[in-house]
């Protein structure tokens, strides 16, 4: 079992750029969520999806989007990168309470 | 929503002394409590966890305990080693939707 896994690992765009992250789970957790994590502030939920077709809006969902076709898949789009949303984005999925981590996006937008 | 604050933001300890860190919530709705730890580069990985019908829980030598009446929670770690070091996050769950509040983190220098 690969768990959760994120890609890409590494991006760089430029301002009004748009891009997708991938997060995909092999464990047939119905919940999954994205965070994003900046030195000091811990990580904020930014969408989460209790279940395949849904998702619900975090603590800090502006300038993001997301979808959940299929169970095992979780994607999150920036449609217009800004500076603020340089930052490094973790997926996870959980069945219980306790949340699996992906390895981590590091996305730099210049 | 809820808030959670944790405490101190930085921590060195020597080996072999205990470390304890302190987290408080806001929302009295929360029944879910872990603690991740997280290397430098790598992921936040699940260390202790604890539901709000129970006070304390230990697996060997780490401890988390739980005052629901005061809101707020602390992570007790013995007998420290130099693998212990690195950012510890607690977090809380209200929602059905088992989404977690995280605190700002508590790096933590185990000293040789």
């Known amino acids: 079992n690969a768990g959760v896994t994120q890609t890409p690992k590494f991006r760089v765009l430029k301002t009004g750029q748009s891009m997708t992250l991938l997060c995909a789970q092999d464990?047939?957790?119905?919940?999954m969520y994205w965070y994003r994590q900046d030195p000091g502030m811990g990580l904020r939920l930014i969408h989460y999806s209790v279940g395949e077709g849904t998702t619900a809006k975090g603590e800090v969902p502006d300038g993001y989007n997301v979808s959940r076709l299929k169970k095992q898949n979780f994607l999150l789009g920036l449609e217009s990168a800004a500076p603020s949303q340089t930052s490094v984005y973790f997926c996870a999925s959980s069945h219980l309470r306790e949340q699996f981590f992906g390895p981590g996006t590091r996305l730099t937008v210049l | 929503g809820e808030n959670v604050e944790q405490h101190p933001s930085t921590l060195s300890v020597q080996e072999g002394d205990s470390a304890v860190i302190k987290c408080t919530y806001s929302?009295?709705?929360?029944?879910?409590f872990p603690w991740y730890k997280q290397e430098l580069g790598k992921r936040p990985q699940l260390i202790i966890d604890i539901r709000s019908n129970v006070g304390e829980k230990k697996d060997q030598r780490i401890a988390v305990t739980l005052n629901k009446t005061a809101k707020h929670f602390s992570l007790h770690i013995t007998e420290t080693q130099p693998e212990d070091s690195a950012v510890y996050f607690c977090a809380a769950s209200p929602g059905s939707a088992r989404q977690l509040t995280f605190g700002s983190g508590t790096q933590l220098t185990v000293l040789p």
């Open positions: 929302d009295s709705a929360s029944n879910y």
């Open positions: 464990m047939n957790h119905e919940y």
